[in-house]
Every structure is written in structure tokens, then in C-alpha cells.
């Protein structure tokens, strides 16, 4: 079965950092970007960041450039995504999906909360 | 960026119903339009890729049309599975963004 697991999510103080994380399984992840996507509560989608097969190229909204940071272990499977200098405006659910431009498959979603 | 704006933001409408949802980009995006399907509390799902090449699985009451800078999805005879929230998404950029969302209610 494909699936994509999300974990790391938490509760931060603005300013600090939190590392999320995203196993895959059940297709071959070296063929396949991954992106993330977000929606903080009562919102839309808002797409975050892309990482390409071999992770030589990656994509950021405009909301994160500088902040946060994709990457991936090819080794393991598994996507991550650095967040740094957090916000309270970064708070939402954050999901991982399968990037094909358009996004095929989708975790779960790790939520995140940035809170005093 | 691309901008895309999504309409309605909401509708009501009762089973059986046609409806159709619009998406317009702010620059032509050559048909790299994808839309999504989302529950309360879940995932999003896909149901069409490529503006109107249906995912594997999803009914065939769902189609989508469009080309240049507009693009629509239309439910055919909307079941009672189909009043939640839908979404554009353009992938023509590699700064991908997604539409506003459009919530179907019951009337």
C-alpha cells in the first residue's frame, strides 16, 4: 500500500525550530518530488516547499524562503522539513505528498502549533 | 506568482444537483490544473489532473474542462458523499498555489 507517515509535529514558542519528518512506503521514492503543504485552521491549502528525485533542486513559497528547509534521504525513504524562526502565523496542519506537479498521494498531517 | 482565484467560495445545493466550480489564473497555465477533494479533519484527495484527466477511482459524475486562464470542475449529479471542500491547484510554475476553496453545503 502506498502511504506517506508525517511525524514531528508539536507545540514550539515562536522563534524556535521543529524538524519534520515524512517515511514513505509502498513505491519507489527515488522517482518522485515531494512537496509539503500546509493549512493552518479554518484556512485553505497552502503549498510550501518541492524537492526534486535527487534532491539537487528545491522550491520554497514565498511565506518560508529563508526559514525553512526541505530535504530528503533517499536512503531512508523519508522527507524532511527544517523549520526555523517560527511564527504564529506558521501554525497549521502540515502534510506531506507525493509530488508528480500535480500531488498524487498525501499523508496524514503532523500539526503544528506556534505558541507562547 | 500565479494567483488563482477560485469561485463561488461557497454554494448550496441539493443532491441530484449540477454544479460547477470556477478557477481563473492570473497568467495562462496551459492546462497544468489539478483539483482536490477535502474532507472535514483529512487529506486532501485528487480527482483530476491535467484539466480533465480523472484519478483512478473517482466517480465519473466529476469533469473538468477549461484552458488558458480558466478552468472549471463540474460535479454532474451531486451524492450526498460530495458537500465538502474543493480546490484548484496550478502546477504550470514550479511555485505551486492553490485556489481559495469552495465549500458545498446542502440547501
Known amino acids: 500500500e502506498v502511504q506517506l507517515l508525517e511525524s514531528g509535529g508539536g507545540l514550539v514558542q515562536p522563534g524556535g525550530s521543529l524538524r519534520l519528518s515524512c517515511a514513505a512506503s509502498?513505491?519507489?521514492?527515488?522517482?518522485?518530488?515531494m512537496s509539503w503543504v500546509r493549512q493552518a485552521p479554518g484556512k485553505g491549502l497552502e503549498w510550501v516547499s518541492s524537492v526534486i528525485v535527487g534532491g539537487g533542486s528545491t522550491y520554497y513559497a514565498d511565506s518560508v524562503k529563508g526559514r525553512f528547509t526541505i530535504s530528503r534521504d533517499n536512503s531512508k525513504n523519508t522527507l524532511y522539513l527544517q523549520m526555523n524562526s517560527l511564527r504564529a502565523e506558521d501554525t497549521a496542519v502540515y502534510y506531506c505528498?507525493?509530488?508528480?506537479?500535480?500531488?498524487?498521494?498525501w499523508g496524514k498531517g503532523t500539526t503544528v502549533t506556534v505558541s507562547s | 506568482d500565479i494567483q488563482m482565484t477560485q469561485s463561488p467560495s461557497s454554494l448550496s445545493a441539493s443532491v441530484g444537483d449540477r454544479v460547477t466550480i470556477t478557477c481563473r489564473a492570473s497568467?495562462?497555465?496551459?492546462?497544468?490544473l489539478a483539483w482536490y477533494q477535502q474532507r472535514p479533519g483529512k487529506a486532501p484527495k485528487l480527482l483530476v489532473y491535467g484539466t480533465s484527466r480523472l484519478e483512478s477511482g473517482v466517480p465519473s459524475r466529476f469533469s473538468g474542462s477549461g484552458s488558458g486562464t480558466d478552468y472549471t470542475l463540474t460535479i454532474s449529479s451531486l451524492q450526498p458523499d460530495d458537500f465538502v471542500t474543493y480546490y484548484c491547484?496550478?502546477?504550470?510554475?514550479?511555485?505551486?498555489?492553490f485556489g481559495g476553496g469552495t465549500k458545498v453545503e446542502i440547501k
Open positions: 509502498g513505491f519507489t521514492f527515488t522517482n518522485y518530488a
Open positions: 505528498a507525493r509530488d508528480r506537479f500535480y500531488m498524487d498521494v
Open positions: 497568467q495562462g497555465i496551459t492546462n497544468s
Open positions: 491547484q496550478q502546477y504550470y510554475s514550479a511555485l505551486i498555489t
